[in-house]
Structure formats: C-alpha cells, structure tokens
C-alpha cells in the first residue's frame, strides 16, 4: 500500500517564477534591439578578426633595442611610483573617511555628507578625474597621483565603512563601559575586527592602481600609459607589444606580492 507520503506530488525542484522569465526576455530583446540600433553585425565582427589577425602580426618579433628598453623602463617605474604614492595617500585617507561613513558608529549627521563625498569620489572614471587634474596642475605624474587618489578613497573608504557595519558590537561596548576614550574604542574594539579585511582591501586597490596607472597616462597623466599611446601612434607596434608584455609582468608581479601579503594577516 502506498503510503500518504509517497502518494503525495513532490513540489518541483525550480519552481515558476514568471517575473523573473519576464525580466530576462525582456533583456534578451533589449539586447537585440540594442545591436542593431548600434550597428553590430557578423560581417563586421569577420572583418575585425581579419584586421586583429594582421595587427597582432606587425606586433612580431618584438622591440628589444637599447633605446626603446630604457623608454619602457623609464615609464614602468614612472606607473610604479604613481601607484605606491597614490595608494599610501588613498588608504591613509580611506581611515577616517570609512569611520565618519560606518552608520553604526557615527550620527546620522555625520555619515550622510561622508558617505555623499565617497559617492562623489566614486562617480567618475579614473580617466575622466585623470583629465580634469591634467586640467588644473598640468601634465605629468601629479595628476596621476591625485587622480588615483580620489579614486582609492571611492573604493577603500566604501568597503571599509561597510566592513565597520558589520562587525559585533559586543566587543565595542565592552570597552565603552570601561570609561576608554573614543580612539581607544577604535583602536582595540573596531580595528581587530575590520584589520584583515582592510589589508585585503588596500592590496587589491594598490594592484588596481598599477593598473590604473598604466590607463591615465593616455591622457596626460605620467606613467607608461603615454609611452603606449605614443606607439600607437607612431604605428609602432612591436614596441607596443614590448610594452604590453611589460605590463602584464609588472601586473603578475604585484599579484604574487598581494597573495604573499595576505597569508601574513591570515
């Protein structure tokens, strides 16, 4: 005799939600409809694989000389020292700027401008600050630094803020009720908490930052950026290999040192 149990319908394992099939054809129309107004097609994505094709063809053999190396040299050091710079003064600022936007912390009076002025950091893209500094200090790596600047305290100070929100509130209010002063609460309640995270979230941003900086110096802003845009211009293209290549070393580089940096604060 089959019992009630087994007798009974199984619910299925991905039960219908009919707004969510509605949202993605939605999407998958406006895509549709966005290719064409936007004049993708397959022919033209042939032609491009053909022109890539050649393209990646004048890259080889690449540039090795004398010359050009110390050109690249110079403008990976340049990107290097723009990354670091901007990092340290991003980060340090991101300190503050986290504490005043952690809502669990601070007054409402408080977080609301704090948290305006990340968004404000956050608003724009770093080529887009990258021009307006280029703008007001001139060409070269001040620009970049400033320009990386903003943009770490967009980043670092959000997810900081964030990290702050969330942590136990136990271990804050025990050493409130201690009579310790405001930065002690801080330092011995908030900071051991949060510390892991933010080395996590300063590493991955010195990491954005090398590879920011190589993207600003399109415009302007110092770094190897500019040695790349000038190839291209000159149609020099086994250099820009030497170049890319270059990047992608320094960015390998860079993400050994963070993972090395981590397992430190695990």
Not at 60 to 74: C, I, N, R, V
Not at 115 to 143: E, M, N, Y
Request: aromatic share 12%; hydrophobic share 55%.
């Amino acid at each position: 005799m089959i019992s009630d149990q087994a007798a009974r319908p199984r619910p299925p394992a991905f039960p219908s939600n009919w707004p969510a099939r509605l949202a993605w054809i939605a999407l998958a129309v406006y895509a549709v409809y966005a290719a064409s107004i936007l004049d993708f097609s397959w022919e033209r994505f042939v032609v491009g694989l053909d022109n890539a094709a050649r393209f990646i063809g004048r890259m080889f053999p690449p540039e090795t000389g004398a010359s050009k190396m110390a050109l690249l040299l110079k403008g990976l050091y340049e990107s290097l020292e723009i990354a670091i710079i901007a990092s340290a003064f991003g980060i340090l600022l991101s300190l503050p700027i986290g504490l005043l936007a952690a809502r669990n912390l601070m007054p409402a009076w408080v977080t609301w401008p704090t948290r305006l002025f990340i968004v404000l950091c956050r608003s724009f893209h770093q080529v887009i600050i990258a021009i307006l500094f280029v703008k007001a200090v001139g060409f070269g790596a001040l620009a970049g630094i400033l320009a990386l600047t903003v943009a770490s305290v967009g980043f670092v100070a959000k997810l900081f803020a964030e990290a702050i929100e969330e942590i136990s509130l136990k271990q804050v209010e025990a050493i409130r009720a201690t009579g310790a002063p405001f930065m002690n609460v801080i330092v011995y309640g908030v900071m051991p908490q949060v510390l892991t995270r933010f080395v996590g979230f300063a590493t991955y941003q010195l990491d954005s930052n090398l590879r920011n900086s190589t993207m600003i110096g399109i415009v302007g802003a110092g770094g190897i950026g500019g040695t790349m845009f000038a190839a291209f211009q000159r149609f020099d293209y086994d250099f820009l290999f030497t170049i890319l290549a270059a990047i992608i070393a320094l960015i390998m580089v860079s993400e050994a040192l963070q993972n090395q940096v981590k397992k430190l604060y695990q």
